[in-house]
C-alpha cells in the first residue's frame, strides 16, 4: 500500500493505482476505505473527461467487489452493471453473473419457512378435495418454496398432476419424494401411478413392488399392482400401438 501510495504521487491521473490501493484495503476488510479510493478515481476520470474506458471499467468492477464484500448486494450489481456500459469486459460480465446467482440463493434461503409451507400444504389438500387441482398445484408450488425438502408436499403435487392426467410432471414429484426419502411407500405408488398413466407398465409394476417391499399392507399400491396386471392383460389379447410406441422407446425393452 506505501507502494502504491507513492505511485500515485507521482502520477496523481493513474486510475490503475487507486484499484490497487483499494485492493488491499478490501484484502484488509477496510471495505469504506475501499469504496473512498474507488470513488476517488472515479471522480479523477470525470474532470479528466477523455479517460481510459476499460480502466474505469476496472475501477468501478473493484468498487463493486468492495460494495459486495461489505454486504451491499444490489449496490454492488448496480456498480458491476455501470462497469459494462464502461467498457464489455468478460470477467466483470462473469462477475456480475456470480453475484446474481449469490442473490438468488440469498432470496430464496430468506424466503424458506417450513410452518408457512405446512399452511400452504394444507390450503392445496382443500382445494384438492375440492376437485379444484390447478389451484391445488398452485399451494402446493408456494409451499415448496417455502420448504423444498418437505416430502408430503411433493407426493401431493405428484397426486394432483396425475389427477389432470400430467403424468411426466407427475413423475418429476414423484422421483423427488424417492430422491429425499428412499423408504417414502407413497413416493413409490405415486411413481407405480406416472409409469401405469404412459403405459410403461414394467416399470409401474416395479414401482409398485419397491413400495411393497417397504410396507406390504400398501393399499396403493397394491391396488395399482393389480390394476396394471390387468391392464396388462387387457392389451395383450389385442393390439395396443400407443403402449408398443412406449415400450420401444425404452432402452431396457429394446
Known amino acids: 500500500m506505501e507502494l502504491y501510495t507513492e505511485a500515485v504521487e507521482l502520477n496523481p491521473v493513474e486510475l490503475l493505482y487507486y484499484t490497487n490501493i483499494a485492493a488491499c484495503h478490501i484484502e484488509t476488510k477496510n471495505y469504506p476505505a475501499a469504496l473512498e479510493m474507488c470513488d476517488k478515481a472515479i471522480a479523477i476520470a470525470r474532470e479528466q473527461g477523455n479517460y481510459d474506458y476499460s480502466k474505469m471499467a476496472k475501477v468501478m468492477a473493484r468498487k463493486a467487489s ?7 448486494i444490489d449496490e454492488a450489481l448496480k456498480t458491476y452493471a455501470a462497469a459494462l456500459l464502461e467498457n464489455n469486459d468478460s470477467t466483470i460480465k462473469d462477475a456480475m453473473k456470480r453475484l446474481e446467482k449469490v442473490k438468488k440463493e440469498q432470496e430464496a434461503k430468506a424466503y424458506l419457512n417450513p410452518d408457512i409451507a405446512e399452511i400452504h400444504k394444507t390450503k392445496g389438500i382443500e382445494h384438492f378435495k ?125
Open 66 to 72: 468492495a460494495l459486495e464484500k461489505s454486504g451491499q
Open 130 to 254: 375440492s376437485g379444484d387441482f390447478p389451484a391445488a398445484i398452485k399451494e402446493f408450488d408456494e409451499g415448496l418454496r417455502r420448504d423444498p425438502t418437505n416430502v408430503a408436499i411433493y407426493s401431493n403435487r405428484s397426486l394432483a398432476f396425475i389427477k389432470l392426467l400430467a403424468p411426466i410432471d407427475a413423475l418429476k414429484d414423484a422421483n423427488k419424494c424417492i430422491e429425499l426419502d428412499p423408504k417414502f411407500v407413497k413416493g413409490w405408488a405415486r411413481k407405480g401411478t406416472c409409469h401405469q398413466l404412459m403405459k410403461e407398465y414394467h416399470k409401474a409394476i416395479d414401482a409398485f413392488d419397491q413400495g411393497l417391499k417397504l410396507d406390504p399392507a400398501s393399499k396403493e399400491c397394491n391396488e395399482g399392482k393389480m390394476k396394471t396386471m390387468q391392464l396388462i392383460n387387457s392389451s395383450s389379447s389385442g393390439n395396443d400401438e400407443e403402449r408398443m410406441r412406449h415400450a420401444m422407446a425404452d432402452p431396457e425393452i429394446q
